[in-house]
């Protein structure tokens, strides 16, 4: 979900006038409805050092660069053939980092609060921060839809336990939320894919190009793509790359054996900037999840 996320809904008539319903990824957009894309996918994803006098959970700092090489694996090149992306992680964040447009790909630990810390011209918050938000993904793109920079911010504040064992049993019993589940999803979003499916109680239906999003309920696969838009407790799953994630990263970055790789679309750039604000819903389990909201 975005900000920006839009258009008009197209009626399409089948028999008993059912909606046509879009499949496949989902691409973001900017403000301006244009789908965006870095112009060339090799990026570094930086993370912070963790001290004893400000810890995150019960993480260490190379808990959390591992689990951000992990993470950024999954969708190269390495893993995926079919795609020209290649990401890496590396130490170098300030803790004290702010999801601004400061040319570094950020990932950031909230624990002392959730709220909005970055503004625009117009004194609005770049991003909305809703209590049920595990983390949350800000991107600077231009109005062609060139993304120029993005950074991750995890909600410790809201959800304080955070592991990176991978061991669902262990999670589910210390009521914890797995790092890397969490950054493989955001890193979707920091690449400039959107949620696979929509859950009705995320908001109105989001119309991508011109038919409604897909019904997570409709759509098992969908639903346990990495770019789903909730997470549980214990959860794992996105640490895999599924089909639609990997179609998407394909699609958009795709792999030129001749070296480089041009994004499809919304590549070329114009000065103007523009926030796009993309987040990973917290569930309370499968069968019940918590009331989530845009952003």
């Known amino acids: 979900m975005t ?5 008009l809904a197209l009626a399409a008539f089948a028999l008993a006038a059912a909606p046509r319903v879009a499949r496949g990824y989902t691409r973001s957009r900017n403000s301006a409805g244009v789908v965006v894309a870095w112009p060339s996918p090799q990026l570094v994803v930086h993370v912070p050092v963790l001290t004893a006098d400000r810890p995150v959970s019960l993480l260490s700092s190379d808990d959390v ?7 950024v694996a999954i969708w190269s090149h390495d893993q995926v053939a079919c795609t020209g992306v290649e990401m890496s992680a590396a130490v170098g964040a300030s803790r004290d980092a702010l999801a601004e447009k400061d040319d570094q790909n950020n990932v950031i630990f909230r624990v002392d609060s959730w709220s909005p810390q970055v503004f625009d011209e117009m004194g609005l918050p770049l991003g909305d921060y809703e209590p049920n938000q595990l983390a949350l993904t800000s991107a600077w793109v ?17 959800y304080p336990v955070w592991e990176v064992s991978g061991d669902m049993s262990r999670l589910v019993s210390d009521a914890a939320f ?6 493989s999803h955001e890193l979707g979003h920091v690449l400039g894919l ?3 499916c929509w859950d009705p109680v995320t908001g109105p239906r989001p119309i991508d190009g011109d038919v409604p999003r897909p019904a997570c309920a409709d759509d098992p696969t969908l639903a346990e793509a990495t770019m789903a838009p909730t997470a549980f407790v214990g959860d794992v799953g996105k640490r895999v790359l599924h089909d639609d994630d990997r179609k998407g990263i394909c699609d958009v970055y795709p792999f030129d054996p001749g070296g480089g790789c041009a994004a499809a679309g919304g590549a070329a750039g114009t000065p103007a900037l523009l926030a796009v604000a993309l987040a990973l819903l917290a569930a309370v389990h499968r069968g019940r999840r918590a009331r989530p909201a845009q952003a």
């Not at 660069?65 to 993470?71: I, N, S, V």
């Open 3 to 7: 900000r920006a996320a839009a258009a």
């Open 65 to 71: 660069l591992a689990a951000t090489d992990a993470a």
């Open 142 to 158: 231009t109005k062609s839809g060139k993304i120029l920079d993005a950074d991750i911010e995890i909600n410790v504040f809201n």
């Open 178 to 183: 797995d790092l890397q589940n969490t950054l």
């Open 194 to 196: 959107d949620h696979s």
